[in-house]
């Protein structure tokens, strides 16, 4: 039973993770976009009259948002392109959960998106001389984690959504930016007023990153990242739960009426 | 003669009308205003917020920059996605096997996602300016909406070589929309020009859309004609070769397909 889990792992996330290889648009989301965000962050920094950007918000946050970007794309085109390819009757058909499938397609995908973070991080150190002394680098890795299982759930919470639609395409415009504007990936979320701050706060990515730039910036303080912590985790929760629920609906829906071909 | 000249004419129309159709044919008025406006709304937020966090205290230049960039966006994709879609939905066999003239079944693929940026823009830009409360009592507005025209022609230039090289490329989308993104550092959306490394600048002058948004900006804050001419015809003189480009691009292209007869399976 186990052995027989593991081995459907393996073998989506091998193909998860050659599509991934194999599509160009990997290349624009997961190192273009980014470059490009970051790029303009440090020339809008020097404008202001800057002499240094702030590495944390413009290269990582770049990354985060290359990250981001990529599983959006995938947890909306997956499902819209087995829809276009015929695929996903055949997935809804087949005895494995349509739910496992997604969640293992997403875990494949968050972990392709690490490629963005990292050559962000590269970028930061080697280019820009950015420094961890200083950093709470063990706070900073559960951050993280967390920022992963919080997309993680969030992807998962996507996938099972857009079954019931096609328009996927189209909650990329609504989701990709929104979420990056609203998470503060580029700067931090006080900048924002004050009733979009409060929108962020149902967004387990915002408190996950909170946490993560105390940490790097050497905050040791438990009082502090703890509550962002069991935020980030506990709202990560919530959309694991609701892509559950979802997954249920979305699967009795689809095979009492048959039509998920003509949804 | 003259019916020669009518009948081109007409085609003319009918395939900008037929593409354009074809492009949004299968959008609700909902997905089609997202398309329109969702990208480039939430990436002007998310550049005006860097802005304000570095320290930039008037977002306005941003605003606008943005703004002038949406017509832009949509000529530029619309048409090379009205070029490359041929190819995806088998149709381009039959375009290029019919006998009609090769010039106003290209560059009718232009006419209406000109038209669809520039009013878009002419919508967005006073709704903006609204918001950021601009005072709008110098403002050339003809001539700010000539340069908002003249930026959704010109950059269909850029749209047709795209769409050509999407026909023979199948990952055509993934260059349109990487120089898309591109576009935000390099026509002077978010800041001038004059601010980019002196390599970018040359890349930033080279390309349709520079001086155009350019001179929009100067309409804005009541430029004459004079002040903004010779902009406006470098910006004329710039589309026009990246136009002759892609129509020479996608004639090439067409004469490559029929001496191989293997355009569908590239």
Known sequence: MIG???????????VQLQIRIFNQYTILLFFLQP?????????????AGNQTPDLVYTVIGGGIMGMWSGLVFTSTY????????????????????????????????????????AAAF???????????????????????LLILFGMWCIGIFLANFLVWSRL?????????????????????????????????AVLPISWALQALDESLSGGRDLALLGPQWGLAFGISLVFWALSLWLDGKVHDRVRITGELNSI | MNSAVLRNIRLYFMQAWFSYRALYAWNTPFTYFVSKFGF???????????????????????VIGNILLIPSMNSMSGVSLAVADEKR????????????????????????????????????????????????????????????????????????????????????????SSIAVGLYILVGVNFPVAVLPPFLRVISYGLPMTRGILAARMALAGASWAAVSQLVFGEIIV?????????ALFRLIERRCLISGALDNL
């Open chain 2, 40 to 62: 480039s709304f939430f990436a002007m937020l998310l550049f005006v917020f860097m802005g304000k966090y570095v320290g930039l205290g008037n977002p306005v230049y941003i």
């Open chain 2, 89 to 176: 939905f088998g149709a381009l066999s039959y375009l290029i096997g019919s006998p009609a003239g090769r010039a106003p079944v290209f560059l009718g693929r232009a006419l209406f996602p000109v038209l669809d940026g520039f009013i878009t823009a002419a919508v967005a830009l006073p709704v903006a300016l609204l918001i950021f409360q601009l005072d709008l009592s110098k403002t050339n507005l003809w001539l700010l909406l000539g340069c908002v025209l003249l930026i959704s022609f010109t950059t269909s230039g850029v749209g047709f070589i795209l769409g050509s090289i999407s026909l023979v490329n199948r990952d055509g989308w993934m260059i349109t």
């Open chain 1, 122 to 144: 590269l970028a930061a150190v080697l280019i820009f001389k950015y420094s961890l002394a200083g950093a709470n680098i063990p706070a900073a890795l559960l951050s993280l």
């Open chain 1, 4 to 14: 027989r889990f593991f081995r459907l792992v393996v073998r989506q996330m091998n």
């Open chain 1, 168 to 200: 996927g395409g189209t909650m990329v415009e609504f989701v990709e930016l929104p979420v990056a504007v609203l998470c503060g990936f580029m700067y931090p979320l006080r900048v924002l007023p004050v009733w979009m701050q409060a929108i962020s």
């Open chain 2, 239 to 247: 589309g026009l070769i990246y136009a002759a480009a892609g129509y």
């Open chain 1, 35 to 47: 470059l490009v965000f970051s790029t303009v962050g440090m020339i809008l920094a020097r404008a």
């Open chain 1, 78 to 117: 997956d499902i819209a392109r087995d829809r276009r390819d015929g695929m996903l009757e055949l997935i809804v058909g087949s005895p494995t959960p349509l739910a496992r499938v997604e969640a293992i397609r997403t875990f494949a995908n968050v972990l392709a998106g690490l490629v963005s973070l």
